[in-house]
């Protein structure tokens, strides 16, 4: 993507400096990333900063945020990764949802730790999935512990 100067204009009338961080101000998408369009195409406004002060994004990288800022667009809180690289960054900083956290998750804590207990008290597998509507092996992963791994 080529970035015209009008572009950049546009783009610095929407980011507000401070000590620390460099906000943008525009409306942010939908995932509380900043947002502006070129060519009527919406674009991520830390890529946006990320091209403007160095240039091209490499195939299959993302732009990631040191800070955790993600309405931050200060060049030098941003760096290259893969998604691999990305989702370790989110785990490692704590902010990868778990347990019921999960927009996906059908089983909230409290189901969890009575799945378990009704395996300890000797209950099938089958029994427990079909009482909470779950398959056979979420429950198994459950009771092994390779699922929803709380206290």
Known sequence: MSIDSGVIERFFA????????????????????GRMSIDDVGELAHRLSWIIHYGSIPDRLCVL??????????????????RQENAADRGQKGRQPQGSKIGTSKLSTEEVKKIRAAYAADETQQVIAERFGVTRSNVGYIVTFKSRRIA
Request: net charge positive; with cysteine.
């Open 14 to 33: 929407y980011v507000r400096k401070t000590e620390h961080c460099w906000i943008w101000r525009g409306k942010p998408a939908n995932n509380g990333y």
């Open 65 to 82: 945020h040191e800070c955790d800022n993600r309405l931050c667009v200060n060049p030098r809180h941003l760096f290259l990764g893969t």
